[in-house]
């Protein structure tokens, strides 16, 4: 009996050496890292997906530290030119993996930075989609076929290409060593091009049949 109170004694005293270790130097060591603040970056509003952000849509805050994700950005530089993969709200933290340095892509953005737009022509045979040669970033002249004449119009001349899709509108680049080889031909071809070039490969698409022709070999 004896022996058995000797040991709620010693199992006692443990449990409040371990309760003072928590009391004094644990908890207010934890009160204290809480108590701990940083300024991390947020938005000024609520913003959609595709939004570039500028400077005056940012705001830095003040906030606790503990428990705060490491990735979150902190400063708004970071952010100023990028833009929004999704929507945000103004209270969400702010995450690089949420931004891009483009909207779409690089070449994209450079053609709408540069007054031009995507526009999509059937290409109407194999012979007229150069035997299938065609690669995103080529420069080609696009003429085409109409009342027993060839057209070739120098305004559609350097024209690059954006993408080429098969029957089914999909990018032949995603679609290599597919088991079905049909899948892998060209049916329609994406252009970058300014208004009245999109003007001019419209009212060629409808007068008669396109042909392109490679001028030079691009980098995508």
Excluded: W
């Amino acid at each position: 009996m004896k022996k058995l109170l000797e040991n709620k004694l010693i199992v006692g005293g443990i449990c409040i050496v371990i309760a003072a270790i928590l009391a004094f130097l644990v908890l207010p060591g934890m009160y204290k890292q809480k108590e701990k603040t940083i300024m991390i970056c947020r938005l000024q509003s609520d913003i959609t997906a595709g939004t570039r952000i500028e400077g005056e849509m940012l705001k830095s805050v003040e906030v606790g530290s503990y428990g705060l994700p490491e990735s979150v950005i902190k400063n708004p530089d970071d952010l100023i030119g990028k833009y929004a993969k999704v929507s945000m709200t103004a209270d969400d933290y702010l995450y690089a993996s949420r931004f891009a340095d483009y909207v779409s892509d690089e070449r994209f953005d450079k053609a709408v930075s540069e007054g031009k737009r995507l526009i999509a022509v059937s290409v109407p045979s194999n012979a007229a989609s150069v035997a299938n040669q065609l690669k995103a970033g080529d420069r080609v002249t696009v003429a085409y076929f109409a009342d027993n004449n060839v057209v070739i119009d120098n305004s559609l001349k350097g024209i690059e290409i954006y993408s080429v899709e098969n029957e089914d509108a999909q990018n032949l680049e995603n679609v290599q060593g597919s088991e079905n080889k049909e899948d892998e031909i060209a049916a329609n071809v994406t252009l970058i091009a300014t208004e009245e070039q999109a003007a001019k490969l419209i009212s060629a698409e409808y007068s008669g049949k396109l042909h392109i022709i490679l001028e030079s070999r691009g980098v995508a």
